[in-house]
C-alpha cells in the first residue's frame, strides 16, 4: 500500500488549497484513509466501506476529505486557512481516525499558511 500526496503550497490565512492522495496497492483490511499532519496528528479520515467521515475540532467546518474510488484518490479540500494549519500532510490507512500505526509514509506535501 503506497500513498504519494500532492496539492500542497503557501498561502496567506483565509485562503484554500486542495491536498490529492493518489492510493496504489490493496486497502483490504483497513477501515478508513485518513490526513495526518507531520505524520502524526490526524485531521481527517474517510472510512473505505461506508464513506463515512471524522474531522479533528482544530479543522471541523472548515476541511472536508472526499474520495474519488475510480481514481484511487483522497482528497482534503482546506478552506480559511489558518498559521496553525502549517505543516506537512501525509496520508494514511487508519482505524482511529486520530492516529495510525502505518509507517510507509508518502512523501507528503508541505502547506504554510503565512501573511
Known amino acids: 500500500l503506497q500513498f504519494v500526496e500532492s496539492g500542497g503550497g503557501m498561502v496567506h490565512p483565509g485562503g484554500s488549497l486542495k491536498l490529492s492522495c493518489v492510493v496504489s496497492g490493496s486497502t483490504e483490511g483497513h477501515y478508513a484513509i485518513g490526513w495526518f499532519r507531520q505524520a502524526q496528528h490526524g485531521v481527517a479520515c474517510i472510512g473505505l466501506s461506508?464513506?463515512?467521515?471524522y474531522y479533528a475540532d482544530s479543522v471541523k467546518g472548515r476541511f472536508t476529505i472526499s474520495r474519488d474510488n475510480a481514481e484511487n484518490t483522497v482528497y482534503l479540500q482546506m478552506n480559511n486557512l489558518r498559521p496553525e494549519d502549517t505543516a506537512d500532510y501525509y496520508c494514511?490507512?487508519?482505524?482511529?481516525?486520530?492516529?495510525?500505526?502505518?509507517?510507509?509514509w508518502g512523501p507528503g506535501t508541505q502547506v504554510t499558511v503565512s501573511s
Open positions: 494514511a490507512p487508519t482505524t482511529g481516525c486520530s492516529f495510525t500505526t502505518f509507517t510507509d
Open positions: 461506508d464513506g463515512n467521515t
